[in-house]
């Protein structure tokens, strides 16, 4: 551990490799609501959240386990999962009125075809206005889920038919 006057001990998140304070404040300066999307090797959530200074207000949310619900019956934490949670949560933004966002992925390191950037998508497919590049989303195929099954694509356009009911 380091020691002496010039030393200065980080921001408690910070350590704990929970936040980015840089890249936070790059996404606040943008003045639109943030579209965080976080993973884990189960679940995905996807949350539309407005800074406040306060504390951020989460305008809207959506879960993976909510796909269970509509008719989803396979795991909840792969891409054809976080495109759908991501669909769910851009329809549920646009009815509120949010057509706009920025991507907040955190700290995961932004790999080309990850599932965040399927969420990405399916905010897009919902009819969002989020700046993103092209090349970062994952292919229509790993999106409709044929790498998992043959199944699962006419699962996917099931559930995502139920979303436009809502």
Not at 53 to 69: C, F, I, K, N, W
Not at 83 to 109: F, H, M, S
Not at 118 to 144: F, N
């Amino acid at each position: 551990m380091a020691k002496g006057p010039r030393y200065k001990v980080a921001f408690r998140r910070r350590r704990d490799g929970r936040t980015d304070y840089k890249q936070r404040a790059r996404l606040l300066r943008a003045r639109v609501p943030r579209a965080v999307v976080r993973t884990s090797l189960r679940h995905v959530t996807v949350q539309i959240v407005d800074f406040d200074p306060q504390g951020d207000q989460v305008l809207v949310t959506a879960h993976s386990r909510e796909l269970l619900e509509m008719g989803w019956n396979k795991a909840t934490g792969n891409v054809p999962a976080a495109y759908l949670t991501g669909y769910l949560a851009g329809r549920k933004a646009v009815a509120k009125g949010l057509t706009e966002a920025v991507l907040d992925i955190g700290l995961r390191v932004p790999a080309r075809g990850a599932t965040v950037f399927a969420a990405l998508k399916g905010l897009l497919d919902a009819g969002m206005d989020i700046p993103h590049g092209e090349q970062v989303i994952p292919s229509e195929d790993r999106l409709a889920g044929k790498h998992i099954g043959e199944d699962v694509e006419k699962m996917v356009q099931d559930v995502k038919s139920r979303m436009e009911v809502k």
